[in-house]
Protein backbone atom coordinates (compact mmCIF):
# COMPACT_ATOMS: atom_id res chain seq x y z
CA UNK A 1 0.00 0.00 0.00
CA UNK A 2 1.07 3.70 -1.14
CA UNK A 3 3.50 2.43 -3.34
CA UNK A 4 4.76 3.66 -6.96
CA UNK A 5 6.10 1.26 -8.87
CA UNK A 6 8.33 1.91 -11.92
CA UNK A 7 7.84 -0.90 -14.68
CA UNK A 8 5.30 -2.07 -17.11
CA UNK A 9 1.69 -2.25 -15.90
CA UNK A 10 1.40 -6.03 -17.44
CA UNK A 11 3.96 -7.40 -15.41
CA UNK A 12 2.84 -5.33 -12.11
CA UNK A 13 -0.68 -5.84 -12.36
CA UNK A 14 -0.58 -9.48 -12.06
CA UNK A 15 1.39 -9.92 -8.25
CA UNK A 16 -1.35 -7.42 -7.17
CA UNK A 17 -3.34 -9.80 -4.75
CA UNK A 18 -7.12 -10.75 -5.90
CA UNK A 19 -9.79 -8.70 -4.68
CA UNK A 20 -7.95 -6.19 -2.92
CA UNK A 21 -8.44 -2.58 -4.60
CA UNK A 22 -11.67 -0.70 -3.81
CA UNK A 23 -11.08 2.30 -6.72
CA UNK A 24 -9.67 2.07 -9.90
CA UNK A 25 -8.85 5.38 -11.81
CA UNK A 26 -7.41 4.71 -15.76
CA UNK A 27 -5.70 6.93 -17.92
CA UNK A 28 -4.64 4.68 -20.68
CA UNK A 29 -3.03 5.70 -24.18
CA UNK A 30 -5.86 6.94 -26.32
CA UNK A 31 -4.35 5.92 -29.39
CA UNK A 32 -4.56 9.46 -30.91
CA UNK A 33 -2.83 8.11 -34.54
CA UNK A 34 -2.68 11.99 -34.84
CA UNK A 35 -0.46 12.68 -37.75
CA UNK A 36 2.06 15.22 -38.94
CA UNK A 37 2.99 18.81 -37.13
CA UNK A 38 0.35 20.38 -35.48
CA UNK A 39 0.79 24.15 -35.49
CA UNK A 40 -1.09 27.35 -33.65
CA UNK A 41 -2.34 29.88 -35.93
CA UNK A 42 0.12 32.26 -35.11
CA UNK A 43 2.67 29.41 -36.41
CA UNK A 44 4.19 28.03 -33.64
CA UNK A 45 4.35 23.79 -33.02
CA UNK A 46 1.29 22.29 -30.79
CA UNK A 47 2.80 19.73 -28.02
CA UNK A 48 0.39 16.85 -28.65
CA UNK A 49 0.65 13.79 -28.11
CA UNK A 50 2.91 11.85 -29.94
CA UNK A 51 4.63 9.48 -27.72
CA UNK A 52 5.66 6.00 -28.38
CA UNK A 53 3.79 4.97 -25.37
CA UNK A 54 0.65 5.62 -27.64
CA UNK A 55 1.29 3.71 -30.54
CA UNK A 56 0.10 0.84 -32.04
CA UNK A 57 -0.27 -1.18 -35.08
CA UNK A 58 -3.91 -1.35 -35.53
CA UNK A 59 -7.17 -1.03 -33.66
CA UNK A 60 -7.22 -5.09 -33.15
CA UNK A 61 -3.61 -4.33 -31.24
CA UNK A 62 -5.45 -0.98 -29.14
CA UNK A 63 -8.35 -3.69 -28.24
CA UNK A 64 -6.36 -6.81 -27.02
CA UNK A 65 -3.56 -3.91 -25.40
CA UNK A 66 -7.35 -2.90 -23.33
CA UNK A 67 -8.55 -6.59 -22.73
CA UNK A 68 -5.38 -7.69 -21.36
CA UNK A 69 -5.08 -5.32 -18.70
CA UNK A 70 -8.95 -5.24 -18.01
CA UNK A 71 -8.81 -8.59 -17.12
CA UNK A 72 -6.38 -8.20 -14.58
CA UNK A 73 -7.75 -5.50 -13.75
CA UNK A 74 -11.02 -7.31 -13.00
CA UNK A 75 -9.43 -9.84 -11.21
CA UNK A 76 -7.89 -7.29 -8.42
CA UNK A 77 -11.18 -5.07 -7.66
CA UNK A 78 -12.94 -6.29 -4.84
CA UNK A 79 -16.56 -7.59 -5.24
CA UNK A 80 -17.95 -3.89 -4.77
CA UNK A 81 -14.88 -1.65 -6.29
CA UNK A 82 -15.40 0.84 -8.52
CA UNK A 83 -13.64 1.65 -12.16
CA UNK A 84 -13.47 4.36 -14.25
CA UNK A 85 -11.92 4.78 -17.58
CA UNK A 86 -11.52 8.02 -19.85
CA UNK A 87 -10.76 8.46 -23.16
CA UNK A 88 -11.85 10.26 -26.43
CA UNK A 89 -13.60 9.69 -29.86
CA UNK A 90 -10.74 7.57 -30.43
CA UNK A 91 -10.99 5.26 -28.39
CA UNK A 92 -13.85 5.63 -25.72
CA UNK A 93 -16.39 3.39 -27.75
CA UNK A 94 -14.04 0.55 -28.59
CA UNK A 95 -13.11 0.43 -24.20
CA UNK A 96 -17.06 0.57 -23.09
CA UNK A 97 -17.78 -2.02 -25.70
CA UNK A 98 -15.23 -4.17 -24.04
CA UNK A 99 -16.08 -3.27 -20.88
CA UNK A 100 -19.64 -4.45 -21.52
CA UNK A 101 -18.06 -7.70 -23.53
CA UNK A 102 -16.24 -8.34 -20.24
CA UNK A 103 -19.28 -8.21 -18.01
CA UNK A 104 -18.54 -5.15 -16.63
CA UNK A 105 -21.82 -2.76 -15.71
CA UNK A 106 -21.93 0.64 -16.57
CA UNK A 107 -23.28 2.63 -14.03
CA UNK A 108 -22.73 6.06 -15.62
CA UNK A 109 -20.97 8.02 -18.27
CA UNK A 110 -19.33 11.23 -17.58
CA UNK A 111 -19.10 14.51 -20.10
CA UNK A 112 -15.83 16.20 -18.86
CA UNK A 113 -16.41 19.55 -20.20
CA UNK A 114 -13.20 21.49 -20.65
CA UNK A 115 -13.82 25.29 -20.18
CA UNK A 116 -10.45 25.92 -21.67
CA UNK A 117 -10.19 23.31 -24.83
CA UNK A 118 -7.44 23.32 -27.17
CA UNK A 119 -8.86 25.00 -30.61
CA UNK A 120 -9.26 23.25 -33.43
CA UNK A 121 -6.11 24.53 -35.47
CA UNK A 122 -6.77 24.19 -38.89
CA UNK A 123 -10.96 25.07 -38.51
CA UNK A 124 -11.20 21.67 -40.19
CA UNK A 125 -13.72 20.13 -37.85
CA UNK A 126 -15.68 21.21 -33.97
CA UNK A 127 -12.65 21.67 -31.34
CA UNK A 128 -12.90 18.36 -29.36
CA UNK A 129 -14.10 20.06 -25.61
CA UNK A 130 -14.57 17.12 -23.61
CA UNK A 131 -13.64 14.01 -22.76
CA UNK A 132 -15.87 10.75 -21.56
CA UNK A 133 -15.34 9.16 -18.35
CA UNK A 134 -16.91 5.55 -18.32
CA UNK A 135 -17.87 4.53 -14.02
CA UNK A 136 -18.20 0.71 -14.05
CA UNK A 137 -18.45 -2.06 -11.39
CA UNK A 138 -17.77 -5.48 -12.03
CA UNK A 139 -21.66 -6.62 -12.45
CA UNK A 140 -24.82 -6.15 -11.75
CA UNK A 141 -24.75 -6.97 -8.37
CA UNK A 142 -22.54 -4.89 -7.28
CA UNK A 143 -22.82 -2.61 -3.77
CA UNK A 144 -20.88 0.02 -5.17
CA UNK A 145 -20.07 3.36 -2.84
CA UNK A 146 -21.69 6.28 -4.44
CA UNK A 147 -21.48 9.40 -1.49
CA UNK A 148 -24.56 11.50 -3.17
CA UNK A 149 -24.99 14.19 -0.18
CA UNK A 150 -20.94 15.10 -0.77
CA UNK A 151 -21.20 15.29 -4.35
CA UNK A 152 -24.15 17.27 -3.96
CA UNK A 153 -22.56 19.39 -1.24
CA UNK A 154 -19.44 20.08 -3.68
CA UNK A 155 -22.35 21.28 -6.27
CA UNK A 156 -23.58 23.78 -4.29
CA UNK A 157 -26.82 21.82 -3.02
CA UNK A 158 -27.91 20.47 -6.21
CA UNK A 159 -27.87 16.87 -7.18
CA UNK A 160 -24.98 16.58 -9.33
CA UNK A 161 -25.32 16.19 -12.83
CA UNK A 162 -23.22 13.62 -15.77
CA UNK A 163 -21.67 16.77 -17.29
CA UNK A 164 -18.69 18.07 -15.13
CA UNK A 165 -17.03 21.19 -15.96
CA UNK A 166 -13.24 21.70 -15.45
CA UNK A 167 -10.84 23.41 -16.89
CA UNK A 168 -7.88 21.92 -18.65
CA UNK A 169 -5.00 21.18 -16.35
CA UNK A 170 -2.63 24.27 -16.37
CA UNK A 171 -0.91 26.90 -14.12
CA UNK A 172 0.54 25.95 -10.51
CA UNK A 173 -0.74 22.28 -10.64
CA UNK A 174 0.89 21.71 -14.24
CA UNK A 175 3.99 19.62 -13.60
CA UNK A 176 7.06 21.03 -15.77
CA UNK A 177 10.55 20.08 -16.36
CA UNK A 178 12.79 22.92 -17.37
CA UNK A 179 9.48 25.40 -17.32
CA UNK A 180 8.04 23.17 -20.00
CA UNK A 181 4.84 20.69 -19.31
CA UNK A 182 6.00 17.66 -18.52
CA UNK A 183 3.73 15.27 -19.68
CA UNK A 184 1.06 15.56 -22.34
CA UNK A 185 -1.65 14.29 -20.89
CA UNK A 186 -1.74 15.48 -17.22
CA UNK A 187 -5.41 15.13 -15.64
CA UNK A 188 -6.83 18.16 -13.74
CA UNK A 189 -6.41 17.15 -9.81
CA UNK A 190 -10.45 18.75 -9.65
CA UNK A 191 -11.72 15.53 -12.16
CA UNK A 192 -9.77 13.02 -10.22
CA UNK A 193 -11.06 15.18 -6.35
CA UNK A 194 -15.11 14.42 -7.85
CA UNK A 195 -14.16 10.59 -8.74
CA UNK A 196 -12.34 9.84 -5.23
CA UNK A 197 -14.80 11.44 -3.28
CA UNK A 198 -17.58 9.95 -5.27
CA UNK A 199 -17.19 6.67 -5.26
CA UNK A 200 -14.14 5.61 -2.18
CA UNK A 201 -14.43 6.23 1.34
CA UNK A 202 -11.47 6.93 3.77
CA UNK A 203 -8.46 4.57 3.71
CA UNK A 204 -9.70 2.90 0.51
CA UNK A 205 -6.80 1.27 -1.70
CA UNK A 206 -6.79 3.30 -5.25
CA UNK A 207 -5.27 1.95 -7.89
CA UNK A 208 -3.62 4.19 -11.23
CA UNK A 209 -2.01 1.17 -13.87
CA UNK A 210 -0.74 4.33 -16.38
CA UNK A 211 -0.54 6.88 -13.23
CA UNK A 212 1.72 9.13 -16.09
CA UNK A 213 2.91 12.16 -13.33
CA UNK A 214 1.16 10.40 -10.40
CA UNK A 215 -1.77 12.73 -10.59
CA UNK A 216 -4.21 10.08 -8.81
CA UNK A 217 -1.53 9.29 -6.23
CA UNK A 218 -1.48 12.48 -5.14
CA UNK A 219 -5.15 13.46 -5.06
CA UNK A 220 -5.81 9.76 -3.25
CA UNK A 221 -3.32 10.94 -0.66
CA UNK A 222 -4.40 14.04 -0.07
CA UNK A 223 -7.91 12.83 0.46
CA UNK A 224 -7.15 10.43 2.86
CA UNK A 225 -7.16 7.35 0.67
CA UNK A 226 -4.29 4.92 0.36
CA UNK A 227 -2.69 4.70 -3.37
CA UNK A 228 -0.96 2.19 -5.97
CA UNK A 229 0.48 4.01 -8.91
CA UNK A 230 1.99 2.12 -11.63
CA UNK A 231 4.71 3.77 -15.03
CA UNK A 232 6.64 2.42 -17.37
CA UNK A 233 8.55 5.83 -18.28
CA UNK A 234 11.29 6.67 -15.78
CA UNK A 235 11.03 10.38 -16.23
CA UNK A 236 7.26 10.24 -15.29
CA UNK A 237 7.87 8.22 -12.31
CA UNK A 238 10.10 10.53 -10.69
CA UNK A 239 7.88 13.08 -11.12
CA UNK A 240 5.13 11.13 -10.16
CA UNK A 241 7.09 9.78 -6.82
CA UNK A 242 8.13 13.52 -5.90
CA UNK A 243 4.41 14.36 -6.52
CA UNK A 244 3.41 12.54 -4.08
CA UNK A 245 6.18 12.81 -1.51
CA UNK A 246 5.26 16.27 -1.30
CA UNK A 247 1.65 15.75 -1.20
CA UNK A 248 0.40 16.40 2.44
CA UNK A 249 -3.10 14.60 3.90
CA UNK A 250 -5.40 17.32 4.44
CA UNK A 251 -7.95 17.13 7.17
CA UNK A 252 -11.46 18.00 6.44
CA UNK A 253 -14.90 16.53 7.49
CA UNK A 254 -16.00 16.28 3.91
CA UNK A 255 -13.38 13.55 2.85
CA UNK A 256 -14.47 11.38 5.40
CA UNK A 257 -17.80 11.03 3.84
CA UNK A 258 -19.43 12.47 6.93
CA UNK A 259 -22.11 13.52 4.99
CA UNK A 260 -23.02 9.96 3.80
CA UNK A 261 -22.42 7.72 6.52
CA UNK A 262 -25.26 5.94 7.12
CA UNK A 263 -26.26 6.67 11.71
CA UNK A 264 -26.48 3.36 13.47
CA UNK A 265 -29.70 1.67 13.66
CA UNK A 266 -31.59 2.89 16.99
CA UNK A 267 -34.33 1.26 18.94
CA UNK A 268 -36.71 2.51 21.29
CA UNK A 269 -36.15 -0.36 23.43
CA UNK A 270 -32.93 0.36 24.15
CA UNK A 271 -33.32 4.10 24.65
CA UNK A 272 -35.87 3.45 27.43
CA UNK A 273 -33.48 0.75 28.87
CA UNK A 274 -30.92 3.85 28.64
CA UNK A 275 -32.97 5.89 29.97
CA UNK A 276 -33.94 8.23 27.29
CA UNK A 277 -37.72 7.32 27.71
CA UNK A 278 -39.74 6.03 29.93
CA UNK A 279 -42.25 3.06 29.57
CA UNK A 280 -45.77 4.74 29.45
CA UNK A 281 -44.69 7.74 28.94
CA UNK A 282 -46.71 10.28 26.44
CA UNK A 283 -45.63 10.35 22.62
CA UNK A 284 -47.77 13.42 21.45
CA UNK A 285 -48.01 15.00 17.83
CA UNK A 286 -46.76 18.53 17.55
CA UNK A 287 -50.69 20.17 17.61
CA UNK A 288 -51.01 17.45 20.71
CA UNK A 289 -54.00 16.47 18.60
CA UNK A 290 -53.21 12.60 19.54
CA UNK A 291 -51.95 11.25 22.31
CA UNK A 292 -50.10 7.64 22.70
CA UNK A 293 -48.58 5.56 25.37
CA UNK A 294 -45.23 3.82 24.76
CA UNK A 295 -45.42 0.61 25.98
CA UNK A 296 -42.55 -1.65 27.23
CA UNK A 297 -41.89 -3.03 23.22
CA UNK A 298 -41.34 0.65 21.82
CA UNK A 299 -44.58 0.38 20.37
CA UNK A 300 -47.48 3.00 20.83
CA UNK A 301 -49.75 1.47 22.27
CA UNK A 302 -49.25 -2.18 20.53
CA UNK A 303 -48.44 0.22 17.34
CA UNK A 304 -45.28 1.09 15.32
CA UNK A 305 -44.48 4.96 15.53
CA UNK A 306 -43.71 5.11 11.88
CA UNK A 307 -47.06 3.39 10.92
CA UNK A 308 -49.31 4.78 13.23
CA UNK A 309 -48.04 8.42 12.07
CA UNK A 310 -48.86 7.51 8.81
CA UNK A 311 -52.23 6.19 9.72
CA UNK A 312 -52.87 9.49 11.35
CA UNK A 313 -51.98 11.51 8.31
CA UNK A 314 -53.94 9.38 6.11
CA UNK A 315 -50.42 8.45 4.49
CA UNK A 316 -48.93 5.22 3.34
CA UNK A 317 -45.97 5.64 4.89
CA UNK A 318 -43.93 8.01 7.23
CA UNK A 319 -40.59 8.75 9.56
CA UNK A 320 -42.34 8.29 12.66
CA UNK A 321 -38.68 9.91 14.38
CA UNK A 322 -40.14 13.34 12.60
CA UNK A 323 -43.99 12.93 13.97
CA UNK A 324 -43.54 12.18 17.49
CA UNK A 325 -42.43 14.78 20.72
CA UNK A 326 -42.56 14.10 24.40
CA UNK A 327 -42.36 16.25 27.04
CA UNK A 328 -39.61 17.37 28.90
CA UNK A 329 -39.69 20.45 31.84
CA UNK A 330 -43.69 20.89 30.09
CA UNK A 331 -42.15 21.86 26.46
CA UNK A 332 -42.90 19.57 23.24
CA UNK A 333 -39.40 18.12 22.25
CA UNK A 334 -38.88 16.23 18.98
CA UNK A 335 -38.26 12.43 19.81
CA UNK A 336 -35.50 12.98 16.64
CA UNK A 337 -33.62 15.57 18.86
CA UNK A 338 -33.51 13.27 21.50
CA UNK A 339 -32.32 10.17 18.87
CA UNK A 340 -29.74 12.77 17.67
CA UNK A 341 -28.44 12.69 21.77
CA UNK A 342 -28.31 8.95 21.98
CA UNK A 343 -26.21 8.60 18.80
CA UNK A 344 -23.72 11.12 20.07
CA UNK A 345 -23.85 9.91 23.67
CA UNK A 346 -24.05 6.43 22.83
CA UNK A 347 -22.51 5.46 19.61
CA UNK A 348 -19.89 8.34 18.87
CA UNK A 349 -22.01 8.90 15.59
CA UNK A 350 -22.70 12.80 15.06
CA UNK A 351 -25.93 13.49 13.07
CA UNK A 352 -25.00 16.83 10.84
CA UNK A 353 -28.35 18.14 8.92
CA UNK A 354 -26.48 20.42 6.81
CA UNK A 355 -23.32 20.50 5.51
CA UNK A 356 -21.25 23.05 6.86
CA UNK A 357 -19.17 25.75 4.74
CA UNK A 358 -15.84 24.85 6.62
CA UNK A 359 -15.75 21.68 4.93
CA UNK A 360 -15.31 23.06 2.02
CA UNK A 361 -12.31 24.54 0.54
CA UNK A 362 -12.86 23.84 -3.19
C1 LIG B 1 -2.52 9.13 -20.61
S1 LIG B 1 -1.10 9.00 -19.65
C2 LIG B 1 -1.63 9.16 -17.97
C3 LIG B 1 -1.49 10.55 -17.40
C4 LIG B 1 -1.92 10.66 -15.95
N1 LIG B 1 -3.35 10.49 -15.79
C5 LIG B 1 -1.52 12.01 -15.32
O1 LIG B 1 -2.40 12.79 -14.89
O2 LIG B 1 -0.34 12.30 -15.26
C6 LIG B 1 -0.75 7.31 -19.82
C7 LIG B 1 0.55 6.89 -19.16
O3 LIG B 1 0.65 5.47 -19.26
C8 LIG B 1 2.01 5.12 -19.35
N2 LIG B 1 2.05 3.76 -19.93
C9 LIG B 1 1.71 3.38 -21.18
N3 LIG B 1 1.84 2.04 -21.30
C10 LIG B 1 2.23 1.58 -20.10
C11 LIG B 1 2.51 0.28 -19.58
N4 LIG B 1 2.41 -0.79 -20.35
N5 LIG B 1 2.87 0.18 -18.30
C12 LIG B 1 2.97 1.26 -17.48
N6 LIG B 1 2.73 2.50 -17.92
C13 LIG B 1 2.36 2.67 -19.21
C14 LIG B 1 2.60 6.21 -20.24
O4 LIG B 1 3.98 6.32 -20.07
C15 LIG B 1 1.80 7.43 -19.80
O5 LIG B 1 2.53 8.18 -18.85
Redesign the pocket.
Known amino acids: MNKLFLG???EILPVLKDESVDLIFI???YFMQTEGNLIRSEGTFFDGINEE?DKFGSFEEYDNFTIKYLKEIKRIMKKNASLWIIGSFQNIYRIGNILQNLGFWIINDIIWKKSNPTPNFKGTRFTNSHETLLWVVKNKNAKYTFNYKTMKYLNGGKQMGSVWEIPICAGKERVKTNGKKA?P???PEKLLENIILATSKPKDVVLD????????PAIAKRLGRKYVG????KK?FDLAKKRVEEEKVVENPLYKNVLDIKPPKVKITDMIKKGYFKENENFLDKDENFIFKLDKNGKLQGNSIHKLSAELQNKINFNGWEYWYVKRDNKLVSINKIRKEYWKKETGYEHINRCNRQYCHI
Not at 209 to 216: D, E, R, S
Not at 230 to 233: D, G, H, P, S
Open positions: DTFDPPWHSQKPFMGVGTTIEKEY
